[in-house]
C-alpha cells in the first residue's frame, strides 16, 4: 500500500453510523498531528478483533500441519518406518536430521522476502507445496526416496516460523505480538497431542496395502492440502486489506501504523546497508547462539518424545503414543499464558528464563532418577519450556531491532542458526542410545546452560542500553527516527 493510501485510509470514513467528525484526516510523513479519540479506541479494538479471529487461527493451523509434517517421523518410528523402510545403523537419525539442511538455508531469505512478495502468496504457495510433498512421502520405499521428500519439505516449511513472526511484527505492536505469536505456536504444541491421537487411530488401519504410518503422512498432507484455499482467502497482505474490515476501521488501522513508525515502518524499502546493519550488532550473534540452545531442546523433545515414553517401560506403541498427549497440553498451556504476561509486562527475558531453568530440570530428572513416575514427570517438566524460549528470543530481537529490514535479517539469521540444532539432533540423539538416550540428554543439558548465560548477557546489555539512552535523552539528544534501535528515543524491552 502507497503512502498515498495509507493518507486516504486515515482520513475519513465513510460508515453511515460513525460520527466522521471525530475521524481525523492523518499527513502520510507527520505522526506527531495526530489526534487519537475515544472512538478511534474502539473502532481500533474492533478492528484488532477482526485482525485475530483471522490470523491467529489460520497461522495456527499452517504452523501446526508445518509441525505435524516436519516431527511426525518420530511417531512413525513406532510403527514399523523403519522396518518398512529397511532402514540400518542411524540411517533413521539422518532421515530425522536432513531435513534442516535446507530448512536453515532458506529461513534467512524467506524472512528478507516476506515484505517484498507478499505474505500471501509465500504462505500458501509453501502449504500447497509441503502438502504434496508429505503425500508423496506416504509412498516412499528407500531410504534414498525418504532423504529426497525430506530435503523438499526443508524448502517448503522454511517459510512458515520466519514469515508468520515477522508478518505480526508488521502487523501488531510491540507489547501486543507475543500473545498473538503464542497464541498461535500454541497450536504446534497441540499438533504433537493431535499427532499422538493421528498415529494412535492410522495405526489400526490395515486397508489399501498401507502401514500406520503411510496412511498418517496421507491424511496429515490432505489435511494441509485443504488449508491452502482458506489461506488464499484470508490472509491479508496489510491489516487493511482484510476482508471483513469497514471503511472506519481501515481509517482507525491504517492511523494507528502512520503512530507506530518509530517501531516499523511501512514505507521501508531493502537496502543491503540493513543487512549489513545487522551483522555489525553483537546481539545478533548471542540471541542466534542463545536460539541453537534452545531448539536443541525443542527438537529433541518433539520428535524423539514418543520413544522417550516407549523406555519408562511401556512396551506399547499405543501407550506411548497417548502418553506424550497430557505433555503437549501442559507445554501449549504454559507458552500461552507466558505469552500473555510477556505482553503485559513488556518483558521477554524473565520468561525465557523460567523455561529454560524448566528444561535443566527436567532433563536432571530424565538423566539421574531411575523410577518411571520421576522420569515422566521429568518430560512434564522440561515440556513446561519447550516452546515459551524459542518464541520469545526471537520476538526479542524483533522487539529491539529496527529499521524492518534489520529486524527481518536478524530474526531470519537467528532461525537460521537455532534450526541448525534440528540438523545435528538425530546424530546426537542416535538409533544405538534409545530409548532413554543418556547421551543426548547430557548434551542438552548443556547446550540448556549455554541459553542460560547468552539470556543473561542479553539481559545485561540490553539493561545497559536503556541505560545509555535514557542519559542522552537527558542530555537533550533528538528523536531521530533514521537511526533505528540506535535512536535514543526508541527504548529496548528486557
Given at each position: ?13 465513510d460508515?453511515?453510523?460513525?460520527d ?8 502520510a ?10 472512538r ?60 534442516y ?84 505456536q ?40 485443504a ?46 546497508k ?8 553483537w ?85 539421574a532418577?531411575p ?33 524492518h ?5 536478524t ?15 538425530g ?18 543439558l ?26 542522552a ?16 528515543h ?5
Amino acid at each position: 500500500m502507497s503512502d498515498l493510501d495509507i493518507s486516504q485510509h486515515a482520513g475519513l470514513g465513510d460508515e453511515k453510523d460513525i460520527d466522521t467528525t471525530k475521524v481525523v484526516a492523518v499527513p502520510a510523513d507527520d505522526e506527531d498531528t495526530i489526534v487519537w479519540t475515544e472512538r478511534d479506541e474502539q473502532l481500533k479494538r474492533s478492528a484488532i478483533r477482526k485482525l485475530d479471529w483471522t490470523l491467529v487461527p489460520i497461522f495456527g493451523a499452517i504452523f501446526m500441519m508445518a509441525s505435524l509434517d516436519r516431527s511426525n517421523i518420530g511417531n512413525a518410528n513406532l510403527t514399523g518406518y523403519k522396518v518398512d523402510l529397511g532402514l540400518v545403523g542411524n540411517q533413521y537419525g539422518a532421515c530425522v536430521s536432513v531435513v534442516y539442511a535446507t530448512y536453515v538455508i532458506f529461513e534467512p531469505i524467506y524472512s528478507i522476502l516476506l515484505k517484498i512478495v507478499s505474505a500471501r502468496v509465500m504462505l500458501t504457495t509453501s502449504v500447497a507445496c509441503w502438502a504434496a510433498i508429505t503425500i508423496g512421502a506416504s509412498f516412499v520405499q528407500t531410504y534414498e526416496q525418504v532423504i529426497g521428500t525430506r530435503i523438499l519439505l526443508g524448502v517448503a516449511e522454511a517459510v512458515c516460523a520466519p514469515a508468520i513472526a515477522i508478518y505480526l511484527t508488521m502487523t501488531y505492536q510491540r507489547d501486543e505480538y507475543v500473545r498473538r505469536q503464542t497464541a498461535i505456536q500454541a497450536l504446534s504444541a497441540l499438533s504433537g497431542a493431535f499427532g499422538g491421537l493421528l498415529a494412535f487411530a492410522l495405526n489400526k488401519i490395515t486397508t489399501g496395502g498401507l502401514h500406520g504410518w503411510r496412511w498418517m503422512y496421507l491424511v496429515e498432507g490432505l489435511i494441509s492440502a485443504a488449508i491452502v484455499p482458506f489461506a488464499w482467502f484470508v490472509i491479508p497482505n496489510t491489516p487493511y486489506e482484510l476482508r471483513w474490515l469497514n471503511d472506519a476501521e481501515r481509517d482507525v488501522l491504517a492511523k494507528r501504523a502512520v503512530m507506530n513508525r518509530k517501531f516499523y515502518d511501512e514505507r521501508d524499502r531493502f537496502d543491503w546497508k540493513f543487512v549489513r546493519l545487522a551483522y555489525q550488532d553483537w546481539r545478533t550473534y548471542v540471541h542466534a547462539i542463545n536460539h541453537f540452545g534452545i531448539d536443541c531442546t525443542l527438537y529433541s523433545i518433539t520428535t524423539f518424545m514418543p520413544t522417550l515414553c516407549a523406555g519408562l517401560g511401556f512396551t506399547s506403541t499405543v501407550d506411548a503414543q497417548l502418553l506424550t498427549i497430557p505433555v503437549y497440553a501442559i507445554a501449549a498451556t504454559t507458552f500461552v499464558l507466558a505469552g500473555v504476561y510477556s505482553d503485559k509486562f513488556k518483558l521477554r527475558s524473565p520468561f525465557i528464563l523460567f523455561g529454560l531453568f524448566a528444561n535443566l530440570v527436567g532433563y536432571i530428572m530424565l538423566l539421574a532418577a531411575p523410577q518411571v513416575g520421576v522420569r515422566y514427570a521429568g518430560v512434564f517438566i522440561a515440556s513446561i519450556g519447550l516452546y515459551i524460549p524459542t518464541a520469545l528470543n526471537n520476538l526479542w530481537a524483533a522487539d529491539n531491532h529496527a529499521p524492518h529490514f534489520k529486524r527481518a535479517t536478524t530474526c531470519g539469521t537467528i532461525v537460521f542458526v537455532g534450526n541448525i540444532s534440528g540438523a545435528i539432533i538425530g546424530f546426537i540423539f542416535t538409533t544405538q542410545t534409545s530409548p532413554r538416550y543418556i547421551p543426548g540428554i547430557k548434551f542438552v543439558l548443556g547446550m540448556t546452560c549455554m541459553s542460560i548465560l547468552c539470556t543473561s548477557v542479553l539481559l545485561f546489555g540490553t539493561w545497559k542500553k536503556n541505560q545509555n539512552k535514557k542519559a542522552a535523552i537527558e542530555a537533550g539528544a533528538p528523536d531521530d527516527r533514521s537511526l533505528g534501535d540506535k535512536n535514543p528515543h526508541y527504548p529496548l524491552f528486557l
